[in-house]
């Protein structure tokens, strides 16, 4: 962990910006936790973030990782769960979800056939949200999903995105503002339209020079410092302040994650001044 460690010194700050909170989503650090899960997390304690996306154990015991959490005060605000399970065993996520006490659970994928996506699939992945969703209403918890770009196909005068956030009664939205911008949306117009239906976010920036298109697919590397690539990521936490967005999750899927996000990190801060 010599590496992840050299660079916790850059970001030693508490971060906030007013009423939301900078969080993680843990996938971003996926290959450090193979080798090295405790020292993973003290890294991001080391970062000064305290609020974390995740919902993997990574081979350890769930009180194990929860002991590990609790001594790099690190909270679970949010956690993943797949479509299969929101769609078969809705009461699982739920008790996922409860044992760490997450506020919220995150699906960040609707499985679909070849890149074919239209408004049957988009119409029976609405119905099983809204199902789940209420469900862990009832439990006190929110579910958002994470559409990935391929969401934002044409259908009538708007996008088959638009069929599904003017249907969603039980569940509303995490949004990916590179997925988003990736599949032909513009992240910040979004948030303009739907005032209400976005809950949580990943802040995440693309490559300047990156075409995006409907596969919900792109290389890792395109992932660059926030503020240094094409989305504009100033516009979209200003109007996340505006929204009242509670978390805004940094994801940074790239090979160059430990350098990278104390540099995003520091750019945040610097949106303060």
């Given at each position: 962990?010599?590496?992840?460690?050299?660079?916790?010194?850059?970001?030693?700050?508490?971060?906030?910006?007013?009423?939301?909170?900078?969080?993680?989503?843990?996938?971003?650090?996926?290959?450090?936790?193979?080798?090295?899960?405790?020292?993973?997390?003290?890294?991001?304690?080391?970062?000064?973030?305290?609020?974390?996306?995740?919902?993997?154990?990574?081979?350890?015991?769930?009180?194990?990782?929860?002991?590990?959490?609790?001594?790099?005060?690190?909270?679970?605000?949010?956690?993943?769960?797949?479509?299969?399970?929101?769609?078969?065993?809705?009461?699982?996520?739920?008790?996922?979800?409860?044992?760490?006490?997450?506020?919220?659970?995150?699906?960040?994928?609707?499985?679909?056939?070849?890149?074919?996506?239209?408004?049957?699939?988009?119409?029976?992945?609405?119905?099983?949200?809204?199902?789940?969703?209420?469900?862990?209403?009832?439990?006190?918890?929110?579910?958002?999903?994470?559409?990935?770009?391929?969401?934002?196909?044409?259908?009538?005068?708007?996008?088959?995105?638009?069929?599904?956030?003017?249907?969603?009664?039980?569940?509303?939205?995490?949004?990916?503002?590179?997925w988003a911008q990736h599949g032909g949306a513009d992240p910040l117009a979004l948030m303009k339209k739907y005032k209400s239906k976005f809950t949580l976010l990943h802040l995440k920036d693309m490559e300047k020079g990156v075409?995006?298109?409907?596969?919900?697919?792109?290389?890792?590397?395109?992932?660059?410092?926030?503020?240094?690539?094409?989305?504009?990521?100033?516009?979209?936490?200003?109007?996340?302040?505006?929204?009242?967005?509670?978390?805004?999750?940094?994801?940074?899927?790239?090979?160059?994650?430990?350098?990278?996000?104390?540099?995003?990190?520091?750019?945040?801060k610097s949106l303060e001044k």
């Open positions: 962990m010599k590496k992840l460690n050299m660079f916790i010194a850059t970001a030693l700050f508490t971060v906030s910006l007013s009423a939301q909170e900078v969080g993680l989503q843990l996938y971003s650090l996926r290959n450090q936790f193979k080798t090295d899960v405790p020292g993973t997390l003290e890294t991001i304690q080391g970062w000064g973030i305290s609020k974390i996306e995740g919902g993997e154990t990574y081979g350890l015991s769930l009180d194990e990782f929860k002991k590990l959490l609790k001594a790099n005060s690190l909270d679970v605000v949010s956690v993943g769960a797949k479509f299969g399970d929101l769609e078969k065993n809705a009461q699982q996520v739920v008790e996922n979800a409860k044992a760490y006490g997450a506020k919220y659970v995150m699906c960040a994928w609707v499985p679909h056939d070849d890149n074919k996506w239209d408004l049957e699939e988009t119409q029976h992945a609405s119905e099983v949200f809204n199902k789940a969703g209420k469900l862990l209403k009832d439990n006190g918890i929110t579910l958002a999903y994470h559409p990935h770009g391929y969401e934002f196909r044409p259908y009538k005068d708007g996008t088959l995105f638009d069929y599904m956030i003017q249907n969603a009664t039980d569940y509303t939205f995490e949004l990916d503002v590179f075409k995006g298109n409907n596969t919900g697919q792109e290389d890792h590397e395109t992932n660059v410092v926030l503020g240094q690539g094409q989305v504009d990521i100033a516009g979209i936490v200003a109007e996340a302040k505006e929204l009242g967005i509670e978390y805004m999750f940094i994801e940074d899927e790239s090979s160059s994650v430990v350098e990278q996000v104390p540099q995003s990190l520091d750019y945040l």
